[in-house]
T-cell receptor, first 114, second 116 residues
Framework: KNQVEQSPQSLIILEGKNCTLQ??????????LRWYKQDTGRGPVSLTI?????NTKSNGRYTATLDADTKQSSLHITASQLSDSASYIC?????????????FGKGTHLIIQP | SQTIHQWPATLVQPVGSPLSLECTVE??????LYWYRQAAGRGLQLLFY??????ISSEVPQNLSASRPQDRQFILSSKKLLLSDSGFYLC???????????????FGQGTRLTVV
């Protein structure tokens, strides 16, 4: 069964600190992995998309890593800002899958405190 | 540029009442359209998707239905709402000819539905 597990479920850090969110998956065969940011009461917005051959991808203060061997991904946020408070969702798609070829994680709820 | 509109943003409906949520996309043709539901503490669940006018695929048997009367319009409906229909509903689109695998997916702002 395809699964995406995210940890921690929630995280509180002080503004300016760094943090790392984890995503473990059992989706097979793997196609790509996305990280989305979802502000409360809004739709998710894509941060990064990574294919099998990519190990690292950055988007400003967000850096995603992918280890296809261990089936793990991480999202590192540097110098956190209050606006980073949101849920971060890991989404994995499998090869050959159509619209239903996606598995969503439950997300990590991140709170940045001043 | 392409934009996606979803409304209403919030909705409170009594049990047994009908439902109609609308989603429209601008700036593209023949998009793939999707309806998702996000329950508290749960991941997004695909409800319906459409690759063209009148073409609807249902992923989860339930109290809801979807329709695509126009190329860039996707509607989520129910004849009689249940308490369990409460949740956050999201519309999304991807480029024509490409599914989730190969292209970016864009979400609407969501509709918070509370059935009372």
């Amino acid at each position: 069964k395809n699964q995406v597990e995210q940890s921690p479920q929630s995280l509180i850090i002080l503004e300016g600190k760094n943090c790392t969110l984890q995503c473990n998956y059992t989706v097979s065969p793997f196609s790509n992995l996305r990280w989305y940011k979802q502000d409360t009461g809004r739709g998710p917005v894509s941060l990064t998309i990574m294919t099998f051959s990519e190990n690292t991808k950055s988007n400003g203060r967000y850096t995603a890593t992918l280890d296809a061997d261990t089936k793990q991904s991480s999202l590192h946020i540097t110098a956190s800002q209050l606006s980073d408070s949101a849920s971060y969702i890991c989404v994995v798609s499998h090869s050959g899958g159509g619209a239903d070829g996606l598995t969503f994680g439950k997300g990590t709820h991140l709170i940045i405190q001043p | 540029s392409q934009t996606i509109h979803q409304w209403p943003a919030t909705l409170v409906q009594p049990v047994g009442s009908p439902l109609s949520l609308e989603c429209t996309v601008e700036g593209t043709s023949n998009p793939n359209l999707y309806w998702y539901r996000q329950a508290a503490g749960r991941g997004l669940q695909l409800l319906f998707y459409s690759v063209g006018i009148g073409q609807i695929s249902s992923e989860v048997p339930q109290n809801l239905s979807a329709s695509r009367p126009q190329d860039r319009q996707f509607i989520l409906s129910s004849k009689k709402l249940l308490l369990s229909d409460s949740g956050f509903y999201l519309c999304a689109w991807t480029q024509a000819g490409a599914g989730w695998m190969n292209t970016e997916a864009f979400f609407g702002q969501g509709t918070r539905l509370t059935v009372v």
